[in-house]
């Protein structure tokens, strides 16, 4: 089993979120973490053991419209809770090894729950491997109301995509 260390600089999370008079969007780098695996001929050993971590400064987490920022920061109690955490738990290969179905647990605001989704994997080279995807997650699960603003209702379902670029340690 190799340990890979995650790029922060290279690897991105966008979420996107609908409101009832326009989407809300964020974008950022600054994930951070490690992934655990083995890699044969280019594709994930789902029979090997699979483990990872990630994590990212919930202060990253911005729209760019100031209102919106100061409720989002409120909202995820940001200076109790600092850390958006992720952890892998399993691995199942769904196609010919490039596509994998992801079980795991999503930490925000300091509650946990369970997520699953699909990675797309691409080895970049001989050190550096890709994983791609998105899961709609309800923020309800986390204890969160969708924020509201005079006119304007915000929806709780959040489509997150995500783009992990992980690199060999030696």
């Known amino acids: 089993m190799a340990r890979y260390r995650v790029v922060p600089d290279r690897s991105k999370i966008w979420a996107d979120a609908r409101s009832s008079l326009h989407p809300i969007s964020i974008e950022t780098t600054g994930l951070e973490g490690f992934l655990e695996m083995t890699i044969v001929d280019g594709h994930l050993d789902t029979n090997a053991p699979v483990s ?3 994590e ?5 987490l911005k729209t760019g419209n100031g ?24 691995v199942k290969a769904l196609d010919s090894g490039t596509t994998y179905r992801v079980q795991g647990e999503l930490s925000l605001r300091g509650q ?5 989704g699909d990675v ?3 080895i970049v080279d001989a050190t550096t491997v ?3 995807g ?3 997650i309800d923020i309800r699960n986390f204890g969160l109301e969708p924020p509201k603003f005079l006119m304007l209702k915000v929806y709780p379902d959040v489509k997150v995509r995500g783009l ?7």
């Open 52 to 54: 990872g971590s990630v």
């Open 134 to 136: 998105e899961q709609t």
């Open 112 to 116: 946990t729950s369970a997520v699953q």
């Open 67 to 90: 209102l919106y920022d100061r409720e989002l920061e409120r909202k995820l109690e940001m200076r109790k809770y600092p850390r958006v955490r992720g952890r892998v738990i399993s």
């Open 130 to 132: 890709e994983f791609q």
């Open 164 to 170: 992990v670029i992980a690199q060999l340690e030696h």
């Open 120 to 122: 797309q994997m691409r």
């Open 56 to 60: 990212l400064d919930a202060s990253l």
